[in-house]
């Protein structure tokens, strides 16, 4: 597999706007956690392109841009006192919440991010390359793959030491709840229902609404305020 030369990309830009809010919001601001978890991501996705890891870098490239795109409007929308999509306003209504603790607001960012966004952002990247799900499927696994293992890190980062965690502690019932692979399998399924609807607007907008209501319940769930 050729290497590609590195060379500024629309991933570079995103990179730079996740920078930007990284330096500008407080270190404990339920929006920055999740923001260095997914910047840290959105970097490995950069590095793996630079370095030929993604067989259609285009299909890369345009997959991880509608993806970031998407966050980075919630975000916009916020600052712009506008509502963002359902899924990401659990984790805006709670990021200051003292009672929240970090992993939770790391996975509820995660749970938004693929469960909503990434679904969508297969059909932006079908439609901005005139191809089917199954052509960009490849990319989606492999982006797939760095946040299963990036899961794993910030659980091992963020979580409690065993001696606070328990088997009786609520958040470990919360984190046993929700398992990142099953959130992109449903993923991949709502991304190819969605395409297969578009013929059917209606139908395929309600799909999308319903969706993002779904998601938003379980990122709410995730940020259930726990005792000390």
């Known amino acids: 597999m050729a290497q590609l030369e590195h060379f500024t990309t629309p991933v570079d830009t995103v990179v730079d706007r996740m920078r930007a809010l990284d330096e500008a919001l407080p270190e404990r601001d339920g929006i920055a956690v999740f923001n260095r978890v997914y910047l ?7 590095r793996g392109i630079d370095s030929g890891r993604f067989v259609d870098a ?11 795109e998407r966050y980075l409007r919630a975000v916009e929308a916020v600052a712009r006192d506008r509502r963002p999509p359902a899924c990401w306003r659990p984790l805006f209504q709670f990021r200051r ?8 607001f790391a996975l509820a960012g ?10 969508l952002a297969v059909v932006d990247t079908c439609r901005t390359l005139d191809c089917e799900p199954v052509d960009v499927e490849d990319e989606f696994d492999r982006v797939g793959d760095l946040l299963v293992s990036l899961e794993e890190r910030i659980r091992e ?3 409690p030491g065993p001696d ?25 399924t709502a991304a190819r229902a969605l395409w297969a609807l578009r013929g059917l607007p209606d139908v395929a907008a309600e799909f999308t609404e319903r969706l993002d209501t779904a998601v938003g319940f379980a990122g709410r769930m995730l940020l259930t305020p726990l005792p000390d």
């Open 40 to 46: 840290a991501v959105t970097e490995a996705v950069d």
């Open 97 to 104: 919440h003292p009672g929240v603790r970090p992993l939770q």
């Open 164 to 188: 606070l965690l328990q088997i009786a502690d609520p958040l470990t019932h919360l984190l046993g709840a929700w398992s990142l692979e099953r959130a992109r399998d449903a993923t991949w």
């Open 157 to 159: 980062d963020l979580m």
């Open 58 to 68: 285009r299909a890369a490239i345009t997959l991880d841009v509608r993806f970031a």
């Open 110 to 119: 995660i749970n938004a991010h693929i469960g909503h966004d990434l679904a």
